[in-house]
């Protein structure tokens, strides 16, 4: 077998090719979340901690002044950006809430599917199973 007939055939199984659509839509998906951590969330908890964007939040480690931008400091040197982590840790809380709720969801669903009906055994299996019953009541 050829290297590109392999690698066709590799490509081409269902769970790759799954796994190649979620991470996809994963990224897309994370993209909307952060949008609407940076863009909702965080303004309002940055208008309770003081009205300032909360992302710039930083410490100063190489003796930069406090009032400069987070760009700037970052240029000047090291930064400890506490805000910028606090948005990306509210990103991810709020990305994993989603997505628990969504497979809390499809399992539920999947619950509710009624299961098949039983399937009859073989009429060997019925009747050796009777020769057994009886067997045991004597």
Do not use: W
Request: hydrophobic fraction near 50%; aromatic fraction near 10%; charge should be positive.
């Amino acid at each position: 077998m050829s290297f590109s007939s392999e690698f066709r055939q590799f490509a081409m199984k269902g769970n790759v090719v799954d796994l190649a659509v979620g991470v996809i839509i994963g990224a897309a998906f994370g993209k909307i979340v952060d949008s609407v951590v940076t863009d909702l969330i965080m303004p309002i908890v940055g208008r309770i901690f003081g009205g300032l964007d909360f992302s710039s939040y930083y410490l100063p480690l190489a003796g930069q002044p406090m009032g400069l931008p987070l760009a700037e400091a970052r240029k000047l040197g090291a930064v400890f950006a506490y805000g910028n982590f606090m948005t990306v840790a509210v990103n991810f809380i709020i990305l994993a809430l989603i997505i628990f709720l969504m497979v809390k969801q499809i399992n539920r669903l999947k619950r509710n599917e009624p299961a098949p009906p039983p399937v009859a055994p073989p009429e060997e299996v019925a009747l050796l199973r009777d020769i057994r019953d009886s067997l045991k009541n004597r």
